[in-house]
């Protein structure tokens, strides 16, 4: 995908946002630290263009939720900002890559700390496969298959696949 | 890279970089703090113990909020009520409490150096906290402190901090002077000879008999407790001496500079080392203090226990490329790839 195509996709899944909720009455847009933060911001641009409303944008670090503390080296790496209250929101989770969704079971765990939403959705750029849980996206700008152990990279110039280097960081 | 810490026992023990990531950390435990529901599951399962030889309130309930807002277990190993009161020495005591299979003891005693001890006798598995050792140490007393000035005075390279009153017998003026100097403050000690430890070569720090003399140039006032005790020490002669003397008066504040802030590790005395009215100023952030301190503590018993980062408190910012070249566990059948979209 090259920076047109990442633009596109964003445009098309802000219409399906938008057609999925009819319209964007209660919905909130919660982009997932790191990756998630600017193509949230990048779905508000879209969704104001598209239905002339802004939904609110937070942003969510789901470090401290993740099972793996303890097995893999996680810092919280920013800050939670939440800029409304959550209860009966329609909640738009956005993150760049969906591998083995546990980072969006933490992000579900971490909501609940912010009040009971009405419903939650799952919008992804690149759905690269691989789960482990029983977790799928509602909005996928791309279905990627991959291997294990290629790396995705998405950013407003396009989604690269590249082989992991593991001693070349 | 510093070196790995399985413990928090000194503030001589972190080096600039771990005291940075350590306050950068902070701010994510003090957000979590904010929350609707300001608790977390970051250290579910971890079990935190309590050794206090000594009484505490603030520090033991700080350190009990801290854990329970990470969802860790905590006991308290109460001295009053225990076998200690029988004769059992603190190595037995120790190793008993680490024989029922805790993850981190967070000690305090009147006696330098417990920690260390404490430290030595464990196996690694077990992380020590030093929550204040005799005139010693009182290290997250001085990160909370840190973490404070940073958040009112934006860092803390550059200002200029007078600790006043009793440094002798203070073991969070030990710590404050560590970490202060590390981070780049300029310190002042400001108390009468006799409240000043008998050796100050070494100390990173000015000293001054004069509080009126230096009120003016400092960024940060930190006051600290007047102990009752000193008295019958013979080490001032009144408490209303040293009220004239070193005591935070509303006429000295008028000295102070407007953006200057002021400390006090509590519990405070009022009107004898900050008059009632000085510490209930905007300038006082003896709250923020206290609010400051549960998130700081967060901070380290994550870093301790749950952060599962080498146990090493200066590693670099991590990156998704380091948690993505972590291995992972292999699935035993590969999952299907649904078709794509369209």
């Not at chain 1, 996928?140 to 696949?161: A, F, I, Q, Y």
């Not at chain 2, 802030?261 to 100023?281: Q, T």
Request: hydrophobic share 45%; aromatic share 4%.
């Amino acid at each position: 995908m090259d920076a047109d195509d990442v633009r596109r996709a964003i445009w098309r899944m802000g219409h399906e946002i938008v057609e999925r909720n009819h319209g964007l009455d209660g919905v909130v847009l919660v982009g997932l630290q790191t990756g998630g933060v600017a193509l949230a911001h990048a779905f508000a641009d879209a969704l104001h263009e598209i239905d002339g409303a802004s939904p609110p944008v937070g942003t969510l670090d789901v470090a401290l939720y993740r099972d793996d503390i303890g097995i893999r080296p996680v810092l919280p790496e920013a800050v939670t900002e939440i800029p409304v209250d959550l209860d009966g929101a329609i909640v738009v989770l956005v993150d760049d890559v969906l591998f083995t969704g546990r980072t969006i079971r933490a992000a579900l765990d971490a909501l609940n700390a912010f009040g009971r939403v009405r419903a939650v959705q799952l919008a992804v750029m690149v759905d690269r496969g691989h789960r482990e849980l029983p977790i799928r996206p509602d909005f996928v700008g791309k279905n990627l298959p991959t291997r294990r152990d290629e790396m995705v990279n998405v950013s407003p110039s396009g989604v690269d696949l590249g082989e992991l280097v593991k001693d070349g960081r | 890279m510093a070196a790995p810490h399985q413990h928090l026992l000194s503030i001589a023990d972190l080096d600039v970089d771990d005291l940075d990531q350590l306050l950068r950390l902070t701010d994510a435990f003090a957000e979590v703090s904010r929350r609707q529901i300001p608790k977390v599951p970051a250290l579910r399962g971890k079990n935190v113990v309590w050794l206090f030889y000594e009484d505490s309130t603030r520090t033991r309930l700080s350190f009990e909020q801290a854990a329970k807002r990470l969802s860790a277990d905590t006991m308290t190993f109460s001295v009053s009520s225990s076998s200690v009161k029988k004769g059992e020495s603190l190595r037995d005591t120790v190793l008993t409490i680490e024989a029922m299979g805790v993850d981190a003891i967070v000690v305090r005693h009147g006696s330098a150096g417990v920690p260390w001890q404490v430290a030595r006798w464990l196996d690694d598995r077990v992380s020590v906290v030093n929550a204040g050792d005799g005139w010693h140490e009182h290290p997250t007393q001085a990160l909370l402190d840190c973490y404070t000035i940073r958040e009112h005075r934006g860092q803390v390279a550059g200002l200029r901090i007078g600790i006043v009153g009793d440094i002798k017998h203070s073991r969070v003026a030990r710590s404050d002077v560590l970490a202060f100097t590390a981070l780049g403050a300029e310190v002042t000690l400001v108390a009468p000879p006799t409240l000043l430890p008998p050796n100050l070569d070494g100390w990173p720090v000015r000293v001054s008999h004069d509080l009126d003399s230096v009120l003016g140039d400092l960024d940060v006032v930190y006051l600290l407790r007047m102990q009752r005790e000193r008295m019958t020490e013979h080490l001032v002669p009144s408490l209303r001496e040293y009220t004239t003397r070193y005591g935070l008066t509303q006429r000295r504040v008028g000295a102070l500079r407007d953006d200057a802030i002021v400390m006090h590790p509590g519990p405070m005395n009022r009107g004898v080392e900050i008059s009632a009215e000085v510490a209930d100023l905007p300038r006082s952030v003896i709250i923020d203090q206290v609010r400051n301190g549960v998130a700081v503590r967060m901070a380290v018993l994550y870093l301790l226990l749950g952060s599962g980062v080498d146990r090493v408190l200066g590693a670099a910012p991590l990156d998704a490329d380091a948690l993505l070249a972590a291995p992972l566990p292999e699935p035993a059948v590969e999952p299907e790839i649904e078709g794509a979209m369209q």
